[in-house]
Every structure is written in structure tokens, then in C-alpha cells.
């Protein structure tokens, strides 16, 4: 549903004008399915916010089903949905949250001030030019999972 | 105007003879009111028994000229008015300013009318009085009921509202009064009727004079109705009069002074006939002030254009109108509804460092302390005394050393703000002795310089001695309850 507001992107060209053209703007791309549930409400957090800090960030979708897509699913290693990455100024921008994996937020977001926040400390750092930021989410509000190499 | 100044002294003539008879009529009366009624000779101080002694105006020659005046040009036709002429040499004009004052003048001769009325009947139904307030209504009831005992017998349908109607019948049976004499009924009836008479004539008049408004003050007339111009009119004596006034005047012909001395005017609202207008009763009284002064600056505005015949066709004052409706409206919209704003960007905005009395007060609490910047200090070429002693632990710089006096904390007032806590626990020790302390703490310290001392150097740095527990604690609570 709140796909009406967020804009959801299915070709390559659309991924590569956006991530070049946000200029001085965090670029917030999520990759997932509409349909899955968890996606479902990381959307709706994604969608109430975007207003708030349209100031300094953009939201889009990424639909993890179409073709062109799947170049990015594999070179971002998106194996979970959703998978939400973050970029500067066409710099992809690392989050270390406290799991394995920093360069991407995996799961759905708990409440909207998360995602705020989250997009906050990544402005920050990249205005300061650092590549990674800390997230400033507590522990227990961050989705666990597990990483596994080649199903090992 | 002589002729006004003329009714005006004999009017003056005729209250002077009016008090004269009425002197007269007191002995009279006096006498019939014992035969009659024992117990209403007290309440009357002022007794009048003609109706012509209190009630002079219609018999009055002004009163029957302008009558007159009014009735014939009701009757003709108004020919069109003539444009150039000076508006106070019109022979119209004049008869307006006169009906306008002869209005007032009824006005009082009715409420005159209505006392007497009101007085003579008391003796019937008393009650009536308070039930029914409007002066014409009065007496509209009370020749409807004529001397009837039982109310319901008389229908006073078509005349009061039926609450009110309910509220007679109930109140008619309880009345102590008795029926009135033959006499006395006859003049309250004739009373009754002059004052219908007096009503009617003052209609006749009024509707006279709107019916002309429109011809002298078409602009006014177009903003706030025919009737109130009129009387503004009347008030300011004349229309280029009403014109060189200032707007804020014009607000307020026709105010009421009802300020007794020592209260304020604040609270009231200076409106004077402008309040009567239709704009301003259908605006809500939240609004009423703003629209008084828009209404009086607009009038004012046609006013102006009226005395120098300038728009005879009132499209001016339409315009007017049309303009104080549309403002009036626009106030009464409600404000736009709220965007949600974003978020800043942050780091944007420079932090905005604030100053001031408050501000100070607040550092003060954390500010060093005169002990501490002693003991920051140093003197040249002499080794500073530690707490651990030979340079190890804290060291105590100018403090303790001699020259100074600066060894104990004095009890100078710092403007450092205690922990409450802390703040208990320093004046329990200051005020109780020995019998509520701990079992546990002691007032000897073991400092490795002197051994056992007794003073113990470290609560002069404010550090505490090491062996005080405050497990149990002398001035402590328990921290947590919780219900089992």
C-alpha cells in the first residue's frame, strides 16, 4: 500500500539515475518484495517517514523480482528480505550495527524513529566524509540473524 | 430651529405647571387613597390621579405640527430630489431632524405613560408588572384584561407568548389583588390607549423618516439600514455634521453611559447605534468590536459622499457593504489546516549559545571552587604537601601551606548546590550528636603521615573518609518498596 508514495524502481537504468542524481541527499534503497510481510511493514515505517526527512535523504523500492535486478541483488548479497542499503553522494555507506554484516540494514525497522535516526547518523558521518557510521539504534531493536557462508 | 427652540421653553412652562397641579392633586388624592385603601397610602409617594397632569406631549403644539407635517407627506408623493441644492435648505430635511427628536420624545412619553399605568393597576395585579417587561405589551395586556378576576377567561394569545401566558394565569391566582373602582378603571384604560396612540404615532414617524432616508443618505442608508441612519443622523444634527466627524465618533452615537462612578470602561463596549445595525447583530460577538469600527469607518465614508450629494443612486454604499460583508466573512474562516513539516537537515542550524542572568546562576553551581584553585596552585621553589604523601595521591597545592589559610573547608556560602542526599547527611552530622550515627562509622581516620588523626584531612578535599559506610546509613531510606 504504501507503495503508492515511495517510488519503486524494476530496471537497471532506474537504480543507476537515481543513485547518481541524489546529490547531498542520503539515498535509501530497499530491495524486497511488496508482498512479503515483514517487507509489508518495514514499507509502511519507510512511508511514514519519508516526509519527515525529505530534507535530507530519499526513499525508493527496489523489486527484488524483476531481471535487471538481480545484478545488484547478487553483488550486494541480498539474501534476505527486506535488505535496506544506504548511499551518499553515489558512496555506499556502511552501518555498523552491531552484526555481522555493515553494509547493509537487514530486516524491518521497529519503530519510525529508528529509521530516522539511523538515516541521521549516516548524514552525519558522510557530511563528515567518513564511509562507516555506528547505528545509533539500541541492541535490542536490531534484527538478529544469522550469516551463513554456503549454508555452512 | 426656532421653532424647536420655542417648544422646547414651552415644554420647560408646562413641567413647572405640571409640579404646581400635582402639588394640588397630592392633597386630594391623599384624602380618597384613606377612604380607599389603607394600606397603599405608604407605598405611593407621588400620587397623580389625571392621566393629562403626567402625560403632556400629545397635547402638546409641536407635537401636532410635526403630526401633521408627517401625514401629509406620507400622503403625497416625494418628486424625485433636486441635485445641487444644499442639503439643509431642504424643507425634508428639516422635518427629519424634527421627527428624530419628536422619536426620543415619545419614546419617554411612553415609558411616563407606562409607570402610571403600571401604578394604577398594581392595586389589581401586581405581578403583572414583572411578568411582562415591554411597555406596549403592558398595556396592551392590561386593557385586555380590563377588571376580569379570572384570567383564563381572557385570551392573550395572539398578544404574548405562551410561556408567558402560563406564567400570568399561575400568578393571577395567588395575586392579593382586588378589583379596581369604576374610576380608576376608566383612566388606566384611557391610559392604555394613549399609549397605543403614542406607539403608533411613533411608528408613523419612524417609518416616515426611513422612507425619506433613502432620498437624503442613500450611501449611509445602503450600509447600515434606514432607522439607524436616521438617527445618527439625528444625533450629530444633520448630515454634513455626521459627515466632519472622525470614524471613532461615529462608533459611538448613541453609547449609553452606564459607568457609575468607580468601575471600569474597560469592560464595555463603546458601540453606540452602530450595535443596532443588521451587520453587526448577525456578526458573533467575538467579532463584534472589529466589525463596530469597520462599519463606523465605512459609514462615515458614505456619510461624507452624501453631503456633497455626490452619489444619489446609493451605489457607493452598496459597494461598501458588499466590501464590510466580505471582510467580515474572510475573519470568520478558519485558519489553514497544518503541514507536517520535515525534519531539518542536520547540522544545518549553529547551536544558538544563550546568555544571561539565568544562565550564570546555573554555571555558578558548577563552577571551581576557591578551595579547588588553591589547591590547583602552586607555590615556587616549596614542594607541595599530597595525600598520600611524597607526591603520590592528590597533591594539595597552596592549601595547608603556611601564608595561607586555606587548610579546612570554611563554611564560606558556595554557591555550589548540594546533592539532596549529600545535603541531609552534612546537616543530620551538623545538628544530631552521637545518638543517631552509625554504629559503623568513626570520626578517627588513618592517614599514613600522622597514623590515627583525628581530623580527617581527606573530608577537607571533600573526599570522605574511607571507613564511613553508608550501607547503613543514618539519614538514608529505603530505596525500593515493593508490595509482596
Known sequence: ?152 | MATLEDSFLADLDELSDNEAEMDENDGDVGNEEEDVDMDMADLETLNYDDLDTVSKLQKSQRYIDIMQKVEEALGKDSDGAEKGTVLEDDPEYKLIVDCNQLSVDIENEIAIVHSFIRDKYKLKFQELESLVHHPIDYARVVKKIGNETDITLVDLGDLLPSAIIMGISVTSLTTKGSPLPEDVLQKVLGACDRALDLDSARKKVLDFVESKMGSIAPNLSAIVGSAVAAKLVGTAGGVSALAKMPACNVQVLGHKRKNLAGFSSTSQSRVGYIEQTEILQSTPPGLRARASRLVAAKSTLAARVDATRGDMSGINGKALREEIRKKIEKWQEPPPARQPKPLPVPDSEPKKRRGGRRLRKMKERYAVTDMRKMANRMRFGTPEESSLGDGLGEGYGMLGQAGSNRLRVSSVPSKLKLNAKVAKKLKERQYTGGATTSGLTSSLAFTPVQGIELCNPQQALGLGSGTQSTYFSESGTFSKLKKI
Not at chain 1, 44 to 63: G, N, P, Q, W
Not at chain 1, 86 to 96: E, G, S, V
Request: proline fraction near 3%; glycine fraction near 4%; hydrophobic fraction near 40%.
Open chain 1, 1 to 152: 500500500m504504501s507503495s503508492f508514495l515511495l517510488k519503486t524502481l524494476t530496471k537497471k537504468e532506474e537504480i543507476d539515475r537515481i543513485i547518481r542524481d541524489t546529490i547531498d541527499e542520503v539515498l535509501v534503497l530497499r530491495f524486497g518484495r511488496c508482498t512479503d510481510t515483514v517487507c509489508l511493514q518495514h514499507d509502511d515505517i519507510l512511508a511514514k517517514s519519508v516526509t519527515d526527512v525529505s530534507k535530507f535523504a530519499k526513499v525508493a523500492l527496489v523489486d527484488v523480482d524483476s531481471e535487471d535486478v538481480q545484478v545488484y541483488v547478487k553483488y550486494f548479497d541480498i539474501t534476505w528480505f527486506p535488505s535496506t542499503v544506504f548511499f551518499f553522494n553515489a558512496h555506499h555507506m556502511k552501518l555498523d550495527s552491531g552484526t555481522a554484516d555493515h553494509t547493509k540494514w537487514v530486516g524491518a525497522f521497529h519503530i519510525k524513529q529508528d529509521f530516522i535516526d539511523v538515516v541521521e547518523a549516516i548524514y552525519r558521518g558522510a557530511m563528515k566524509g567518513k564511509m562507516i557510521v555506528q547505528c545509533p539504534v539500541p541492541p535490542e531493536r536490531i534484527p538478529k540473524y544469522q550469516l551463513l557462508y554456503k549454508d555452512v
